[in-house]
C-alpha cells in the first residue's frame, strides 16, 4: 500500500508560484510513474505532467516551460514547481502514483490552487 498526501496547495495572483509536494509513504518500490493531474470545476480531471521510471518526464502543453516536476527519492517525496501562473491553472491538484506490475493507482487527497487574476 502506498499512502500520498499533498501539500503547498494555496492562492496566488497571476504570474505568482506555488510549489506542490506529494509525500509517499508506504511500498513505492514498484511504482514506476508518478504524475500531476488536476480538476477545474465542472472539467474532468486532467494530467499535468508525469515522470516515468524516474527518468523521462512528460508535461502537458499547456504547462510546458512554465511548470517543472522532479522528485527526491531521499524524501519519497514528489514536487511540482508552477511558475508563471495562469487564472486557468486555478483547479485542485492531485499525485497519482501508478504500479504497472498490478495496474494499481494510488492518489492524494488534493490541493487546491487558486490564481486570481
Known amino acids: 500500500q502506498v499512502q500520498l498526501v499533498e ?11 506555488l510549489r506542490l509536494s506529494c509525500a509517499a509513504s508506504g511500498s513505492t518500490f514498484r511504482v514506476k510513474i508518478m504524475g500531476w493531474y488536476r480538476q477545474a470545476p465542472g472539467k474532468q480531471r486532467e494530467l499535468v505532467a508525469q515522470i516515468i521510471s524516474g527518468k523521462d518526464t512528460n508535461y502537458a502543453d499547456f504547462v510546458k516551460d512554465r511548470f517543472t516536476s522532479s522528485r ?10 508552477m511558475n ?5 491553472d486555478t483547479a485542485v491538484y492531485y499525485c497519482r502514483f501508478h504500479v504497472p506490475l498490478s495496474s494499481v493507482d494510488y492518489w492524494g487527497q488534493g490541493t487546491q490552487v487558486t490564481v486570481s487574476s
Open 72 to 81: 527526491d527519492n531521499a524524501k519519497n517525496t514528489l514536487y511540482l514547481q
Open 7 to 17: 501539500s503547498g496547495g494555496g492562492l496566488v495572483q497571476a504570474g505568482g508560484s
Open 84 to 88: 508563471s501562473l495562469k487564472f486557468e
